[in-house]
């Protein structure tokens, strides 16, 4: 093969051994209260590396990225940050001890993005991290994993301390966090030895209420904070109606000042009626159609511009940096500013471009609303592969009677070795091993192959494939993240949030581009001042910039009207011209644009791509494949 080397990147992920185990148990919105709580460990004092994941919405460019990363990242504790703009999410690798996910999520809302906690785990101890990449471990259950339960009927601090004792007491039990305050326990413990329903059933004969956290459980969405994509998603959505929102208000202003300043007062011939009208001075010098786009823009700039100026400041004063809304800001104050100094100077008859400041926010905020809309069918491919495991599963309570009761759980309560019933039509709930039964897989998710495989006792059966036929029975042994389809889609998101090299170069070039662009206006401005104390600018030019008035005024009605503007006016316009223009969103958005489209289209495809965005581009290089079977290319329904 010509390409060995590039094509070898491109690995197929059927085989269970080529997946790296995850620990389980995803912690939720409420993180590590300290207030009313006991926390009793039995370890030996290990410094643990804690894994959170945290849903970042308002980045708008590159710079974001790499502000947030280099603010973040220079915080004591934390290890490692990776930042995804599509996504909308950070992943950060840290020590709890020393930095809690609270310090996070409000370090990183102080520099004006909004924030949400999707989970906080811990992953291994500290530069150990054999036991995170070690399948076996996570498989067979000897990791500890930490798993939320919500308690009802807690009134005190001695109900917080009974119950800490009741979970520590328990053989499997590493740790246990009760915290009053949120009705809610973690409790770190060992697949292998206990599980979920085993702890909830200690805390039940303790006298109270408990519940296994899963998706949906509580009806305040801490639930759905378990996964990952549905919370990043469920953000997005919310920050995609607020863009909306913002973007149709801004027609509110948009719409009139269109219709004056392009149609009435350049489009309409002097001699029309609605144009005569609206250009006859109604206080001192200034016309109908100045004062109504004066007070057009002054609302928008209330409005709409708090908007743009908030996420400045607080880009420029706590993060230390320049992003977009730093640009907008300063075009739009620009716009607006030399406008009212340029009437005012001018009595009514100079040069403005208050439409400028609007229709700038408003172009901003329909690309925002798009890119929100990106953003969301892209996280949506995700959650499209976490939706093919079910919500629920059969577990067989077997006794002497002739037929076992059969109970229906959350499949996020499924604990190891427990027998499970598969029937016809019904997803496999996790990864496991039959028992009892014989039946025919449909595998396709996992190898592409569209040929039933047959299943007999003994045989591997893996999380989310679709029994076709016969009813079985299988014992459970992965649950949750440590199930293939939960290292599926971790590797999928890995892949989607891994940066190219050509990203990072668009990175480092987005960073610097702010800067760069602030100092080209001023250089214009200050350019465009000297040539015009010099009397180097053309008449002509400072003339045919003239608007607010038709060009087409009769020769004996020239005389205000004809007035030139001043070249300060004019070099104030090109440098507002050099700032507007300036948009390092494109520069920033294609590169993970085009991988999160890819992996997601793939992913959907059967196809998952190691290593995401690097292998992508490597890929190019490519010119044969080579393909280990015929059932990978093919449907497995001939027809004509």
Known sequence: MSNHSSASSLKSLGENNRYSSVSTALRTPSQYSTNDHISISHGGGELLVTETILSVTGMTCASCVNAIERHIGGMDGVSSIKVDLMTAQAVVHHNASALSADMLRTSIEDMGYDVLTISSKTISPAGNDKSANDGSDGVLGDRPVESWFTIEGMTCGSCVASITSVLTALSGVDSADVQLLTAQAVVKHTPRDIGVREIAKAIVDAGFKATPLSLGDDGN?????????????????????????????????????????????????????????????????????????????????????????????????????????????????????????????????????????????????????????????????????????????????????????????????????????????????????????????????????????????????????????????????????????????????????????????????????????????????????????????????????????????????????????????????????????ACPCALGLAAPTAIMVGTGMAARLGILVKGGGATMEAASGIDAVAFDKTGTLTVGKPAV
């Open 221 to 581: 969405g801490a639930g759905a904070a378990i996964d990952p994509s549905a919370v990043a998603l469920k953000n997005l959505q919310k920050h995609r109606r607020a863009a909306a929102i913002r973007f149709f208000w801004s027609l509110v202003f948009a719409i009139p000042m269109l219709i004056i300043s392009m149609i009435i007062d350049m489009a309409l011939p002097s001699s029309n009626k609605v144009a005569r009208a609206f250009h006859r001075p109604v206080f001192q010098y200034y016309s109908v159609s100045v004062i109504c786009i004066f007070f057009i823009a002054t609302a928008a700039q209330v409005t709409l511009g708090v908007y743009f100026y908030k996420h400045a400041f607080k880009s420029l004063v706590r993060a230390k940096t320049a992003n977009m809304d730093v640009l907008i800001a300063l075009g739009t104050t620009a716009a607006y500013v030399g406008s009212i100094i340029s009437v005012t100077i001018q009595k009514g008859a100079g040069e403005q471009f208050f439409e400028t400041a609007v229709f700038l926010m408003t172009f901003v905020l329909l690309g925002r609303w798009l890119e929100a809309i990106a953003k969301g069918r892209t996280v949506s491919a995700v959650e499209a592969l976490v939706k093919m495991q079910p919500d629920d599963a059969l577990l067989v309570h077997t006794s002497d009677k002739e037929a076992d009761d059969l109970e229906t759980i959350s499949s996020k309560q499924i604990q190891l070795g427990d027998l499970l019933q598969v029937n016809s039509g019904m997803r496999v709930p996790c990864d496991g091993v039959v028992v009892v039964g014989q039946t025919e897989m449909d595998e396709a998710l996992l190898t592409g192959e569209s040929v039933p495989v047959v299943k007999t006792p003994g045989s591997a059966v893996t999380g989310g494939t679709l029994n076709l036929s016969q009813t079985i029975r299988m014992r459970a042994t992965a649950i949750n993240e440590s199930s293939t389809l939960s290292r599926i889609v971790k590797l999928v998101r890995e892949a989607q949030s891994s940066k190219p090299r050509i990203q990072e170069v668009a990175d480092r070039v987005a960073s610097r581009f702010v800067p760069a662009v602030v100092l080209a206006s001023l250089i214009v401005f200050i350019a465009w001042i000297a040539a015009g104390a010099a009397g180097k600018i053309d008449h002509k030019w400072l003339t045919s910039k003239q608007m607010g008035h038709t060009v087409d005024i009769a020769e004996n009605d020239m005389g205000e009207h004809d007035k030139p503007m001043s070249y300060g006016i004019f070099a104030l316009l090109n440098a507002v011209s050099v700032l507007v223009i």
